[in-house]
């Protein structure tokens, strides 16, 4: 067992009798081992089920829409069914998978069935990070990294594509460093992997690209024999590409994500701004927290896996919606660096694998408690009322016939206007509609008279649903031939007078 244990146990030890010292010992060992894992996957699938911001984006929305599109007509989309403004319009549904499981998991339990969906990713997540930590450090250090590293992806514990595909990010990431420190090449049951992740979420050229760095170093620690390297590395590089063009859309689909980054329009997105140290948070904590254990143990990186680390924390710096990539990513590079100290003692436990006495228990117990728990959030239905992303009330305040015309709505709320069979001027899918339309939407939000008043008439907008907080909602009061429908503290509808005469002479017709 690692020094620091030994001291913690002889400390506690003394101080308690000889049969609940025994216990102690037993405690610590059997955390030592796989039950450890399981904690950690328990402790993630229940906290994703205990977050009360999983539903707080409007994307979810539209993603159940389209899976139940995809289920409905046996095809991806590949023009846009849902928006009036761009209807027709190429779109690259590059999420089509998890869209499909989302709409499968609704189907089966409603939101609470999504939840549960959600959460297991997010448990097999830190199941994938605890056990490769497992492989450096001891229990107490396991807990510290994988608990910084999990806690910076909480921002991101929304019920959307990314989070389903971060299992098999940290499983690609695991599978190439392992495959480093092993001195061999990538195990081929990773490459089955790229094909499922293709089709989830785009984070998948990230997967591709991280193959460089590590063939690189590969190549020059064996640079007095590189053929066989190149021959290894080279043959899963071409298996990983070639199941990243299994998709819908071939190579579109494999370029697609680097057209999207390219946006400049992006910013106008929270998740694509750049992070925020203006008050504390999670990330901030994991990133000094880093530094301070790297320069207090005088840990030691290789050239090129600091060069990947700092560009990972460049890209958690630019995009705030990198952070959990950066951190798990982070976590994995830093595990056995820091599991020796400046003189060179190990961090490891000595009996590493197999043969912990207790682990066979705590991780029954771990399962026994995550089927529980899941068993709960299913039999207790989630029900969603009015937030910031689902105007329920005022969406319910608009008559079937003014829903069918123009809207111009808030961004946030594009999502749940398709889940409702509404046409929306705008919603999450930043990609298809494009920087133009992305910076014409920012101006009628601001508002940009010049920008609104054109808009409104060209497109002849009947009425409009937009964020309480909005403010263009005090324009339009004041704006001639508008007045206000429904206001709550979620969504301010206004109409267009015109719109509303004939609305009530259709009510009031025989």
Avoid at 240 to 251: D, I, K, R, S, T
């Amino acid at each position: 067992m690692n020094p620091g244990m030994s001291r913690l146990q002889t400390m506690v030890r003394s101080r308690v009798p000889a049969p609940l010292g025994r216990l102690i010992d037993w405690a610590f060992l059997g955390a030592a081992g796989p039950g450890l894992v399981a904690l950690c996957g328990l402790a993630a699938f229940g906290t994703v089920l205990a977050t009360a911001t999983l539903f707080a984006d409007g994307d979810t929305f539209w993603h159940l829409a389209a899976g139940e599109w995809i289920l409905r007509h046996g095809a991806v989309p590949t023009t846009d069914p849902f928006s009036y403004t761009f209807a027709g319009a190429p779109w690259n549904a590059h999420e089509w998978l998890a869209e499909l499981v989302m709409s499968l998991a609704f189907r089966a339990a409603g939101w609470s069935g999504l939840a549960v969906l959600f959460a297991a990713a997010f448990g097999a997540t830190a199941v994938v990070l605890a056990a490769y930590l497992r492989r450096w450090l001891a229990p107490a250090p396991l807990l510290l990294a994988a608990g910084l590293a999990l806690a910076c992806s909480l921002p991101s514990l929304l019920a959307r594509p990314h989070l389903l595909a971060l299992p098999l990010l940290a499983a690609w990431f695991a599978g190439l460093i392992c495959a480093r420190e092993e001195r061999r090449a990538p195990s081929w049951t990773l490459v089955p992997l790229m094909l499922a992740w293709a089709n989830l979420h785009g984070s998948f050229v990230f997967g591709l690209a991280l193959i460089a760095p590590f063939a690189l170093e590969a190549l020059i620690e064996d640079r007095k024999r590189p053929w066989p390297v190149v021959r290894d590395w080279g043959l899963f590089a071409l298996a990983a590409l070639a199941m990243a063009l299994v998709n819908p859309h071939g190579l579109e689909g494999l370029i697609f994500p680097l057209k999207l980054t390219s946006m400049n329009s992006l910013p106008i997105i929270r998740e694509w701004r750049s992070s925020d140290f203006g008050r504390p948070s999670a990330f901030e904590a994991a990133l000094l927290g880093a530094v301070f254990l790297c320069l207090w143990r005088g840990v030691k990186i290789p050239v090129l896996r600091l060069v990947l680390l700092l560009a990972l924390m460049h890209m958690a710096l630019q995009h705030m919606r990198h952070q959990a990539v950066f951190a798990l990513a982070g976590a994995m590079l830093l595990a056995q660096p820091l599991s020796r100290t400046g003189t060179g003692t190990p961090l490891i436990p000595k009996r590493r694998v197999g043969g912990w006495p207790g682990s066979a228990a705590a991780t029954a117990a771990a399962c026994v408690a995550l089927v529980a728990a899941a068993g709960w959030r299913l039999s207790v239905p989630i029900v969603r009322t009015d937030a910031v992303n689902a105007p329920i009330s005022a969406l319910a305040a608009v008559a079937p016939g003014l829903a069918g015309q123009p809207v111009f709505n808030e961004y946030a709320f594009g999502g749940y206007l398709i889940f409702k069979g509404v046409r929306p001027f705008i919603d999450g899918r930043a990609d298809m509609y494009g920087d133009r339309f992305m910076h014409i939407y920012a101006g009628m939000a601001r508002p940009d008279l010049a920008v609104l008043r054109p808009e409104l008439e060209g497109r002849r907008i009947a009425w409009t649903i937009l964020s309480a907080r909005n403010p263009a909602v005090a324009v339009l009061d004041a704006m001639p031939g508008w007045r206000r429908l429904y206001a709550d503290k979620f969504a301010v509808v206004h109409v267009r007078r015109e719109a509303a005469d004939a609305q009530g002479r259709a009510r009031r017709a025989p």
